[in-house]
C-alpha cells in the first residue's frame, strides 16, 4: 500500500490542478481526497511537496518494439513487404520487449504504448498495447489484440509499385481493402451459419487465418486508417461508412483542413508526428495549428509520437510546440493521456487518474512541458518502476 501525499494532482478527467492525496493498493487507485495517513498505519508514504502528479502517459500509435534500437535490419519486423494484404500479423509475436526503447520512453513518463505493424501494407495486421515496464512481454501486456492497421496513400503504393505488383494506385489500395472486407463479411456469414446449424457433423467449413482475424471488425474490433492527405482521409471514412466500422483515423496531416468535416462525421483521428521535416509530399501541409483547430471543430483526437520517427521519449518536446501554437494546456496533457486511452478503448484501465484504474502515474520535477522538467519518479501498475 502506497499513500502519495501533497500532490497536485492533474487527473485530465475531474481534478485538475489540486492538492490531493492518492491511496493506492494492488496496482490501483483505490482513494483520491484529503486522506489521513494515521487511517493507513500499513501504507509507504510519498510526500509529492505539491509537485505535479499526472497520468502516466500514453503514446496511441508507435512502432516501439517493432524497429527495436541500434540493431537495423534483424531487429525490424514492423511490415511483413510480401503481400498487401496481411490481418492474421500480429505485433505481440514480434515485439521485442528487451529494447531499450521501452526503458527510454518509461523514464521519460510514458507508460503505456499502443504499437504495431507499420503501413507498408493496405491490411498490415494487428496491434498491440503494452505498459513500458515489466520482467517479460506476459508482465507488460495490457491488450494482447488492441485494432487492425489499414493504410491508403503513399506507402503501400511505394512498396508495391517497386515489385509491379497491386496496388501501383489509391484506386487499388482502396479496391483491396474493399474487396477483402467483403469476403470477410461473406466468411463470418457462413461460419456463424455452420456453428448454428443441427447437423453441421455432416457438413464441413474451412477455417482460413486472414478472414479468421479481419472479420472481428463486423463485431466491434477497432481499425486504425492511415492517411495524411485530406482525399485519403475521406475515402477511408467512406470505408468506414460503408461497413460501418469503428475505426480511427491515423496521422491525418491534412485533418486540419476539413476539421468540420470530422466533426461533423464525428470522425476520431490521431494525430501526428508533426516534430520533423516534411520528408514526402503527404506531409506538405504539416501544421503545429491543426491540433488548435481540431480542438476549437471538437474533433476528438490524440497525439502520437510514431517512434521511432519521433522517439517515445520526446512526446512532450512534441506537446510543448503545438500548446505554442495555441492548443490549450489541459487539451495537450489530455492528447497524450485520457484522450490516447479513449480512442484506443483502453481508457477504463489508463489515460486519467481516478479511482479503480491502473495506478500509472508520473511525478514532474516541474511543468512536464516545462523543457527542463523530468519525472522524479514513475509508477506503473503500483510499483515504482523509474526513481530519479
Not at 250 to 271: N, R, S
Given at each position: 500500500?502506497?499513500?502519495?501525499?501533497?500532490?497536485?494532482?492533474?487527473?485530465?478527467?475531474?481534478?485538475?490542478?489540486?492538492?490531493?492525496?492518492?491511496l493506492v493498493e494492488d496496482a490501483t487507485i483505490q482513494a483520491i481526497g484529503t486522506l489521513d495517513q494515521k487511517d493507513y498505519p500499513d501504507a509507504t508514504v510519498i510526500d509529492a511537496e505539491g509537485k505535479m502528479l499526472t497520468p502516466g502517459?500514453?503514446?496511441?500509435?508507435?512502432?516501439?518494439?517493432?524497429?527495436?534500437?541500434a540493431i537495423g535490419t534483424e531487429g525490424r519486423d514492423v511490415n511483413e513487404m510480401t503481400n498487401p494484404v496481411y490481418p492474421e500479423l500480429r505485433a505481440i509475436d514480434a515485439i521485442k520487449y528487451q529494447d531499450s526503447a521501452f526503458q527510454d520512453a518509461l523514464q521519460a513518463g510514458v507508460t503505456t504504448v499502443v504499437t504495431g505493424p507499420g503501413s507498408a501494407n493496405v491490411i498490415g495486421g494487428v496491434f498491440s498495447v503494452l505498459k513500458t515496464?515489466?520482467?517479460?512481454?506476459?508482465?507488460?501486456?495490457?491488450?494482447?489484440?488492441?485494432?487492425?492497421?489499414?493504410?491508403?496513400?503513399?506507402?503501400?503504393?511505394?512498396?508495391?509499385?517497386?515489385?509491379?505488383?497491386?496496388?501501383?494506385?489509391?484506386?487499388?489500395?482502396?479496391?483491396?481493402?474493399?474487396?477483402?472486407?467483403?469476403?470477410?463479411?461473406?466468411?463470418?456469414?457462413?461460419?456463424?451459419?455452420?456453428?448454428?446449424?443441427?447437423?453441421?457433423?455432416?457438413?464441413?467449413?474451412?477455417?482460413?487465418?486472414?478472414?479468421?482475424?479481419?472479420?472481428?471488425?463486423?463485431?466491434?474490433?477497432?481499425?486504425?486508417?492511415?492517411?495524411?492527405?485530406?482525399?485519403?482521409?475521406?475515402?477511408?471514412?467512406?470505408?468506414?461508412?460503408?461497413?460501418?466500422?469503428?475505426?480511427?483515423?491515423?496521422?491525418?496531416?491534412?485533418?486540419?483542413?476539413?476539421?468540420?468535416?470530422?466533426?461533423?462525421?464525428?470522425?476520431?483521428?490521431?494525430?501526428?508526428?508533426?516534430?520533423?521535416?516534411?520528408?514526402?509530399?503527404?506531409?506538405?501541409?504539416?501544421?503545429?495549428?491543426?491540433?488548435?483547430?481540431?480542438?476549437?471543430?471538437?474533433?476528438?483526437?490524440?497525439?502520437?509520437?510514431?517512434?521511432?520517427?519521433?522517439?517515445?521519449?520526446?512526446?512532450?518536446?512534441?506537446?510543448?510546440?503545438?500548446?505554442?501554437?495555441?492548443?490549450?494546456?489541459?487539451?495537450?496533457?489530455?492528447?497524450?493521456?485520457?484522450?490516447?486511452?479513449?480512442?484506443?478503448?483502453?481508457?477504463?484501465?489508463?489515460?486519467?487518474?481516478?479511482?479503480?484504474?491502473?495506478?500509472?502515474?508520473?511525478?514532474?520535477?516541474?511543468?512536464?512541458?516545462?523543457?527542463?522538467?523530468?519525472?522524479?519518479?514513475?509508477?506503473?501498475?503500483?510499483?515504482?518502476?523509474?526513481?530519479?
Open positions: 500500500m502506497i499513500l502519495i501525499k501533497n500532490a497536485l494532482l492533474v487527473g485530465m478527467k475531474d481534478i485538475n490542478y489540486e492538492i490531493r492525496d492518492i502517459l500514453v503514446d496511441p500509435h508507435c512502432h516501439i518494439g517493432m524497429m527495436e534500437e515496464h515489466g520482467k517479460t512481454l506476459d508482465d507488460m501486456i495490457l491488450k494482447e489484440e488492441s485494432c487492425m492497421k489499414m493504410a491508403l496513400g503513399e506507402n503501400p503504393k511505394r512498396v508495391y509499385g517497386a515489385k509491379n505488383q497491386a496496388p501501383t494506385t489509391r484506386m487499388a489500395s482502396a479496391a483491396l481493402i474493399r474487396e477483402n472486407l467483403i469476403k470477410a463479411r461473406d466468411y463470418k456469414a457462413k461460419k456463424e451459419a455452420y456453428l448454428a446449424s443441427e447437423d453441421k457433423d455432416k457438413k464441413t467449413f474451412e477455417m482460413n487465418m486472414k478472414m479468421e482475424s479481419l472479420m472481428r471488425v463486423f463485431d466491434g474490433f477497432p481499425v486504425k486508417i492511415h492517411a495524411h492527405q485530406q482525399d485519403d482521409i475521406l475515402t477511408a471514412m467512406r470505408i468506414v461508412k460503408e461497413f460501418n466500422l469503428h475505426a480511427t483515423i491515423e496521422h491525418a496531416t491534412e485533418g486540419h483542413l476539413i476539421a468540420d468535416y470530422l466533426a461533423k462525421h464525428q470522425q476520431a483521428v490521431i494525430l501526428g508526428p508533426t516534430l520533423g521535416s516534411k520528408s514526402k509530399y503527404e506531409l506538405r501541409n504539416k501544421t503545429f495549428d491543426a491540433a488548435k483547430i481540431l480542438s476549437d471543430h471538437g474533433v476528438l483526437f490524440a497525439i502520437m509520437t510514431d517512434h521511432p520517427v519521433i522517439e517515445a521519449q520526446y512526446a512532450l518536446t512534441q506537446l510543448g510546440l503545438f500548446v505554442r501554437h495555441g492548443l490549450p494546456e489541459l487539451e495537450a496533457l489530455r492528447a497524450v493521456t485520457y484522450y490516447a486511452a479513449k480512442v484506443n478503448e483502453i481508457d477504463d484501465r489508463v489515460g486519467s487518474i481516478e479511482v479503480g484504474k491502473d495506478a500509472d502515474m508520473v511525478l514532474w520535477s516541474d511543468h512536464p512541458l516545462h523543457y527542463l522538467s523530468r519525472p522524479l519518479w514513475v509508477m506503473v501498475n503500483g510499483t515504482i518502476a523509474f526513481k530519479q
